[in-house]
């Protein structure tokens, strides 16, 4: 099949989504992609932040290729070995002590919310609010897409999830000022990315974390784009050594399969219990995504060896370079 084979199917078959690239890929290997006509580029691209390995890792490639000839889903009705596997280094490596294992970025976002709201109604005083920021990305799904600060991304889909609203990103006064009696959380990107880079100003995730505190809120990360060593620190938040208490994690995690986290502390984590938070779903127990993101997260890759990979990732192949 060539690039136009490629296109004209797709035209021909799928919901017009997306304005995308007149480029069919066929295969990558780590900096590398090929298209249909066996054109190779240079890929900066790295799937929205998803392959921030390469294509193909290696270790990656060969723990799905394990898996799936010994076992591909269960359901979130049993348990596996390999999810404990993974929370345990995620929980390892981070300031959390709980995780929940979902499909995507979107619905990490969602559990992050349900369990701000759940605490805010068990031990928050009947709290609801969260707060959000103008000019960020959480997600496509109708809680994340209330929580993004984007109008294009609301247009057409009105009303949006009500007990959500936006505040100025990287001003703590505003922030405060936004706070209400019915507010139970902040929820942030350490780095704005969808909306350009927007990197905050040093000691803004600090004085949210004291805001926070001071007014008994739940702070939540969206490290979505930032998590998985893509800021030179495993996680953003290291680098002004605060932690949230609730964090979203998907893209990178997965390795180019879909997965999604939510981290949280055992304090937080309480307000979920079983039949009260996340409904049990067919598909959230499975096993190749979580084999995927543990070998992702093997100790070779965590944070001692990222300004390592960081290189190893950079180094262009030898006919680029
Ligand atoms: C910061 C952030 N949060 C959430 C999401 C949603 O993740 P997903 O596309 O896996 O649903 C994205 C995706 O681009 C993102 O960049």
């Known amino acids: 099949m060539t690039n136009a084979d490629v296109f004209a199917r797709n035209a021909a078959h799928e919901i017009g989504l997306y304005s995308r690239q007149p480029l069919a890929l066929a295969r990558g290997s780590g900096c590398s992609v090929w298209d249909a006509d066996g054109k190779r ?17 290696p270790a990656v490639v060969e723990a799905i290729r394990r898996q799936a000839g010994e076992l591909l889903h269960v359901s979130n009705h049993y348990h596996t070995a390999i999810e404990g596997e993974l929370a345990e280094l995620l929980c390892r490596h981070s300031f959390a002590e709980r995780v929940f294992l979902c499909n995507s970025g979107t619905e990490a976002i969602e559990a992050a919310m349900k369990l701000a709201r759940r605490w805010g109604a068990e031990m928050g005083g009947g709290r609801y609010e969260i707060l959000a920021t103008h000019g960020s990305f959480h997600g496509r799904t109708f809680g994340a897409l209330s929580a993004t600060g984007q109008e294009k991304y609301h247009r057409g889909y009105f009303p949006l999830l009500p007990g959500v609203r936006l505040a100025p990103f990287d001003d703590l006064d505003a922030m405060e000022a936004a706070v209400a009696p019915e507010t139970i959380a902040i929820m942030v990107e350490p780095i ?8 905050p100003k040093p000691g803004y995730l600090r004085g949210l974390r004291t805001l926070a505190e001071r007014r008994d809120l739940l702070l939540i990360f969206d490290e979505i784009q930032t998590g998985m060593g893509r800021t030179g620190r495993l996680f953003a938040y290291e680098h002004e050594d605060v932690a949230p208490d609730i964090m979203a994690l998907a ?10 986290a939510l981290c949280t502390t055992d304090r937080i984590a309480a307000a979920f219990t079983p039949g009260t938070g996340m409904t049990p779903r067919a598909k959230t127990g499975n096993a190749s995504s979580r084999t995927s993101a543990r070998s992702r997260m093997t100790p070779s890759m965590t944070n001692a060896a990222i300004p390592r990979r960081w290189a190893t990732a950079h180094t262009l ?5």
């Open 41 to 57: 580029y240079l890929d900066f691209f790295a799937g929205v932040a998803v392959n921030s390995l390469g294509h193909c890792h």
């Open 192 to 199: 704005q990315g969808e909306g350009g880079v927007v990197v």
């Open 251 to 260: 893209k990178a995690l997965g390795g180019g399969v879909p997965i999604g």
């Open 317 to 321: 192949p030898p006919a680029i370079a």
